[in-house]
């Protein structure tokens, strides 16, 4: 099935340490974001990129870090940078920008700060 | 700029009522509106999206919603709300003109109650 695979689902982080959630999609899109979600708060974008190895800052991109190596994966690690990075971590794609294209989000990554 | 307001933080109804989630939105060009439905510790799932044409557009789980341009708004309905139905809401909008961003409510918790 096509789709968005975020993992892991958990993961742990002890001060000053990076970490990195992976995303991957076979969904032939061309643009990928990554969104962040803290409880009774909306969406945040953090970073997103339109194409193979380009990408830009979202509104909280302070403290991350992405690439874009190919079409189908896009990483993000959260670095000793970030003070508070306890959150819900959302990866989502489109086919491409204008023209209205639904935006489709994986299942999502839950960090914690120990 | 761009933007969304979800005006209730939180909407109760009675199963096998009918239910409204409130989106009003703010932007320069012509938009793009989506619905979204996200259960706990899940990513968000696609429900509709309005591009063009009828000011009606139907959705996944009988859900539907309302573009009115003029009150600049795009509210969700169900006639008979289930109790699965609980879940929280998220509006978005885009528009079409080569822009890569969406922006997101701040999201609505509906709890049908049995």
């Known amino acids: 099935d096509g789709g968005i695979t975020q993992s892991p689902k958990y993961l742990f982080r002890k001060e000053g340490q990076n970490v990195t959630l992976s995303c991957e999609q076979n969904?032939?899109?061309?643009?990928m974001y990554w969104y962040r979600q803290d409880p009774g708060q909306g969406l945040r974008l953090i970073y997103y990129?339109?194409?193979?190895?380009?990408?830009q800052k979202g509104d909280i991109a302070e403290g991350y870090s992405v690439s874009r190596e190919k079409k189908e994966s896009f990483p993000l690690t959260v670095t000793s940078a970030q003070k508070n990075p306890t959150a819900f971590y959302l990866c989502?794609?489109?086919?491409?920008?204008?023209?209205?294209?639904?935006?489709?989000f994986g299942e999502g990554s839950w960090l914690t700060v120990v | 700029a761009q933007s969304v307001a979800q005006p209730e933080d939180q909407v109760n109804v009675a199963e096998g009522n009918p239910l409204t989630v409130k989106c009003t939105y703010s932007?320069?060009?012509?938009?793009?509106l989506f619905w979204y439905v996200q259960y706990p510790n899940r990513g968000l799932q696609f429900l509709l999206k309005?591009?063009?044409?009828?000011?009606l557009v139907k959705g996944s789980y009988g859900f539907e919603a309302e573009f009115n341009k003029s009150q600049t708004s795009f509210h969700l309905k169900k006639p008979s709300a289930l109790v699965s139905d609980s879940a929280l809401y998220f509006c978005?909008?885009?528009?079409?003109?080569?822009?890569?961003?969406?922006?997101f409510g701040t999201g609505t918790r509906l709890k049908v109650l049995a």
């Open positions: 978005a909008v885009t528009i079409g003109t080569g822009t890569y961003k969406y922006i």
């Open positions: 932007v320069s060009g012509n938009p793009y």
């Open positions: 990129s339109q194409i193979v190895n380009d990408f």
């Open positions: 969904l032939n899109h061309d643009a």
């Open positions: 309005y591009i063009t044409g009828d000011n």
């Open positions: 989502a794609s489109t086919r491409g920008g204008g023209s209205g294209n639904t935006i489709y």
